[in-house]
C-alpha cells in the first residue's frame, strides 16, 4: 500500500520496540579504536577499514570470535556509558521507543571487569537516554558455551544488583550447546521474579526451541526462525502467541538464510506467529533496527500494514507494563493514520 518511498519512510519511523539487541553488538568501529586507545589496548586491526573488511562470516561462530575480540576493548564505567548511550543516540533516530537491551557480564567478568563497573556505566547511559525519547531495561544474559555454574556464579553476584535488570537470557555459540543444560539458573532466576528468554532455532534444531519453552519456562523466543521445521512447534507458538524476536540482517550475515530475500519472516507472520524485528548486533551485521524494517520492507515486498503489524508485534512482546505498552501501541497507530492506512490493518 502507497508508494515505494512512502513505504520506505514508513518503515524508518514508525515507532518501534527493541527486544532484541546486545549493547557489545552496538560497537562501532570508530568507538572501539577510540577505547582501544583510552584503555592502551592492541587491537589487530590498523584502520576502521580493517575492521569492516573482517566482518565477512562464515557462519554464527565466525562472528562470535571477533565479538568477543572487540569486548576486550571495554574496561571502565565511562567505557560502557559511551557504549550505552551511542546506542541509545542511534536508536532513537531509528524510530526506538522502548529498548530492552542484552548484556553478556561473564564476557567483562573473566576480563576481570566487575559487575559494578558495567552496571554502573550502562545504568546512567539508560538513564540519560530517557531525555533522548526513548525508554530502556537491561537483560543479563548468560554465555552458554560456558558451564552452568558459571551462570549460576554470575547470577548470584548480579543479584546485587537486582534493580537493575528486568530479565535473564542465554546467547553465544548455539548448536551443541542446548537451553537444556540452564535448567538450574532459570529456575533460580524466575523464582526471584525476573522475565526469561533465551536464544533458540537460529543456527540449533526446533528442539532447543522446545527446550527453552518447556525446560526454562521463557517467555520469549530470540530468533526462532527454523521453527517452521517443525508443525506441532508452531502450532504451539501461534496457539500461545510467544514473540519471536527476528533479525534479519543478522540471518544473512551468519549465514542462516542465504539473502534477505529467502527470510522466512513472511511465513512465519502468515502462520499467525507474533514475529517482530530487530538488529541483534547491528555495528557487525550493517545496520540497526530501522534499517532493518527497510531492508525486509525492500527485499520481502511488505507494505505498510505489514510492518505496522510487525511493529505493534514487537510492543506486544515486551515487558512493559499494560497501559505503557497500550500508549506505544496507539502511536504506532497514529503512524499509520499519518500514512494513509487505517488503525489495525494489516
Not at 40 to 66: C, E, G, K, M, W
Not at 84 to 89: D, M, V
Not at 116 to 127: M, N
Not at 167 to 175: A, C, F, K, R
Request: net charge negative; charged share 20%; hydrophobic share 40%.
Amino acid at each position: 500500500m502507497g508508494s515505494e518511498g512512502a513505504v520506505r519512510a514508513f518503515a524508518a519511523t514508525v515507532p518501534k520496540a527493541e527486544l532484541h539487541v546486545h549493547i557489545e553488538g552496538t560497537l562501532e568501529p570508530e568507538l572501539m579504536f577510540e577505547l582501544a586507545r583510552r584503555n592502551d589496548v592492541a587491537l589487530p586491526f590498523q584502520s576502521v577499514a580493517d575492521v569492516h573488511a573482517a566482518y565477512r562470516f562464515t557462519n554464527l561462530q565466525s562472528f562470535l570470535d571477533i565479538y568477543y575480540r572487540g569486548c576486550d576493548v571495554l574496561r571502565t564505567e565511562q567505557d560502557f556509558y559511551d557504549l550505552g548511550f551511542a546506542y541509545l543516540q542511534t536508536a532513537v533516530r531509528q524510530g526506538v521507543r522502548h529498548a530492552e537491551i542484552f548484556f553478556d557480564p561473564q564476557s567483562h567478568t573473566e576480563r576481570g571487569v566487575t559487575l559494578g563497573t558495567v552496571f554502573g556505566g550502562l545504568g546512567r547511559a539508560l538513564d540519560d537516554g530517557r531525555a533522548l525519547g526513548v525508554d530502556s531495561q537491561l537483560i543479563l544474559c548468560f554465555l552458554r558455551h560456558l558451564p552452568e555454574q558459571s551462570a549460576l556464579a554470575t547470577f548470584r553476584d548480579a543479584m546485587a544488583f537486582r534493580d537493575q535488570f528486568v530479565g535473564i537470557g542465554l546467547d553465544s555459540s548455539e548448536v551443541g550447546y542446548p537451553p537444556a543444560g540452564f535448567e538450574r539458573v532459570f529456575t533460580l532466576a524466575r523464582a526471584e521474579g525476573l522475565h526469561a528468554v533465551a536464544h533458540a532455532g537460529e543456527e540449533g534444531p526446533p528442539e532447543y526451541i522446545w527446550q527453552a519453552l518447556d525446560l526454562l519456562g521463557v517467555e520469549r523466543i530470540d530468533h526462532g526462525v527454523r521453527c517452521l521445521e517443525d508443525e506441532a512447534l508452531v502450532s504451539r507458538l501461534a496457539r500461545d502467541q510467544v514473540p519471536l524476536t527476528v533479525c534479519p540482517f543478522s540471518n544473512v550475515k551468519t549465514h542462516v538464510v542465504d539473502s534477505l530475500a529467502d527470510h522466512p519472516l513472511p511465513a512465519l507472520l502468515e502462520r499467525g506467529l507474533l514475529a517482530s524485528v530487530h538488529s541483534d548486533d547491528p555495528a557487525y551485521f550493517g545496520g540497526y533496527i530501522g534499517d532493518n524494517y527497510v531492508g525486509v520492507a525492500d527485499a520481502l515486498g511488505l507494505d505498510v500494514p505489514t510492518l505496522a503489524r510487525v511493529a505493534r508485534n514487537g510492543f506486544a512482546g515486551s515487558f512493559l507494563d499494560h497501559d505503557t505498552r497500550r500508549g506505544y501501541l496507539e502511536a504506532v497507530d497514529a503512524s499509520c493514520v499519518v500514512a494513509g492506512v487505517a488503525e489495525g490493518s494489516g
